[in-house]
């Protein structure tokens, strides 16, 4: 159980569900996304189920724009309400797909819209049904 709750508790913001379609960055048709696009403060609300029990989560996650994140939040498993902190690192590809592994050993791809504001992922671990979505609030630079 201490490990279906310290996976749940690492379920955040990055692992992005393949079947959201990306908005082209050009008029052009071509996208050219990379890893300085996740960059600033994000919020992400998760949700879904973790070996059968309701899962959802409310993260603040800070991306550097060099592969890297961290973050803190709030989770609720069956019920159950507790705290996450979290350290991770990313890629993010040319087609703004991409995946996460977390210091807890969460894995998840995601998807990124091609301004950054957006990231909707999927956990890739076996046993958890559970996607999310997450919106920046701050760009790196503040703004």
């Not at 050993?105 to 958890?128: E, R």
């Amino acid at each position: 159980m201490k490990r279906i709750v310290s996976l749940a508790m690492s379920i955040t913001a990055f692992a992005i569900l393949g079947l959201v379609t990306v908005p082209n960055a050009r008029a052009n048709g071509h996208v050219n996304c990379s890893n300085g696009l996740l960059a600033g403060s994000y919020s992400a609300s998760i949700s879904g189920s973790l070996a059968g029990s309701p899962f959802s989560e409310l993260d603040l996650v800070t991306a550097s724009g060099n592969g890297t994140f961290s973050g803190s939040g709030t989770v609720s498993e069956d019920g159950t309400i507790s705290t996450v902190t979290f350290t991770a690192t990313y890629t993010v590809n040319s087609n703004c797909s991409g995946s996460a592994v977390l210091s807890t050993g969460v894995t998840q791809n995601f998807n990124i819209s091609t301004d950054g504001s957006q990231v909707w992922f999927i956990s890739t671990n076996d046993g958890a049904t559970i996607l999310g979505e997450a919106t920046r609030l701050t760009s790196s630079n503040g703004h």
